[in-house]
T-cell receptor
């Protein structure tokens, strides 16, 4: 069964460093998403992406964040200069159509020291 | 303001008990997604439904779109059902999901 994959599963970085989180959505899906979950809190929307551009972003998704679909399979989230408060689990999701079920990747746990 | 609310927040049950988790929402939606999150953090899809009822094994989900309420039921609960259960709503007119705070379920043997 097709699934969303994410790498790495765990990333540890120093404050101020750049990190890139990678996702491979399900191949025939057209809509892509990043969410994050700070430990002990609910999952929050960061950004949605369709047709090679951002469809919607939350207020969390400031200038330090960017997304890219560099080729036909990968979907990346870049944080330019990480802060302590960026420590969280980051989930990628994709779906076939905007009102279809979203499928989630296993997550990348980001720890900023 | 919480647009998707779940109750209870925590639930402890004995093995074999019938469990109900509730989800209420104030946003306009066309469907609702029930998800399961295990201690490792991964999110697994359970049901997406827009009306009526869906059943898969011991899990049953119901929704009333007009009343903006959904329930997830687990029959004959088992310790392996212990997880966080989350409802999420894809809001009308946008692409994103809005998530509930989750219900942490612990089933004791």
């Amino acid at each position: 069964e097709p699934e969303v994959t994410q790498t790495p599963s765990h990333q540890v970085t120093q404050m101020g460093q750049e990190v890139i989180l990678r996702c491979v959505p399900i191949s025939n899906h057209l809509y892509f998403y990043w969410y994050r979950q700070i430990l002990g809190q609910k999952v929050e929307f960061l950004v949605s992406f369709y047709n090679n551009e951002i469809s919607e972003k939350s207020e969390i998704f400031d200038d330090q964040f960017s997304v890219e679909r560099p080729d036909g399979s990968n979907f990346t989230l870049k944080i330019r200069s990480t802060k302590l408060e960026d420590s969280a689990m980051y989930f990628c999701a994709s779906n076939e159509g905007v009102y279809n079920e979203q499928f989630f990747g296993p997550g990348t746990r980001l720890t900023v020291l | 303001k919480n647009e998707v609310e779940q109750s209870p927040q925590n639930l402890t049950a004995q093995e074999g008990e019938f469990i109900t988790i509730n989800c209420s929402y104030s946003v306009g939606i066309s469907a609702l997604h029930w998800l399961q999150q295990h201690p490792g953090g991964g999110i697994v899809s359970l049901f997406m439904l827009s009306s009526g009822k869906k059943k898969h094994g011991r899990l049953i989900a119901t929704i009333n779109i007009q009343e903006k309420h959904s329930s997830l039921h687990i029959t004959a609960s088992h310790p392996r059902d212990s997880a966080v259960y989350i409802c999420a709503a894809p809001t009308s007119g946008t692409y994103k999901y809005i998530f509930g705070t989750g219900t942490r379920l612990k089933v004791l043997a």
